[in-house]
């Protein structure tokens, strides 16, 4: 069963950067599509980015430019860099992991971009 753990969110002021990371486990995750989807309050849950297992990424509009997806195969690892964070980023984000049929969710990780 595939796991995915979330980690690197938090609070920071606008302008600011974070790095997130998720950790995937229970498969071969070179199989898997990655991405990163988040959540704010009160509104469904949104695309931001993601990467295909050979590496091609798509962003969401709202945050190309300032966020990278990327992934390591070597450390069953997906990172997404977030750079110039605005408040309307304020969410709980969710690493996704995709293989034919199969879809996974990890529990996610919050991020407040707030002065």
């Known amino acids: 069963q595939v796991q995915l753990v979330e980690s690197g969110g938090g609070l920071v002021q606008p302008g600011g950067s974070l790095r997130l990371s998720c950790t995937f486990s229970?498969?071969?995750?070179?199989?898997?599509?990655m991405g990163w989807y988040r959540q704010a309050p009160g509104k469904q849950r949104e695309l931001v980015a993601t990467i295909t297992r050979g590496g091609s990424t798509n962003y969401a509009d709202s945050v190309k430019g300032r966020f990278t997806i990327s992934r390591d195969n070597a450390k069953n690892m997906v990172y997404l860099q977030m750079n110039s964070l605005k408040p309307d980023d304020t969410a709980v984000y969710f690493c996704n992991a995709r293989f034919a049929t199969s879809d996974y969710w990890g529990q996610g990780t919050q991020v407040t971009v707030s002065s």
């Open positions: 229970g498969n071969i995750f070179s199989r898997y599509a």
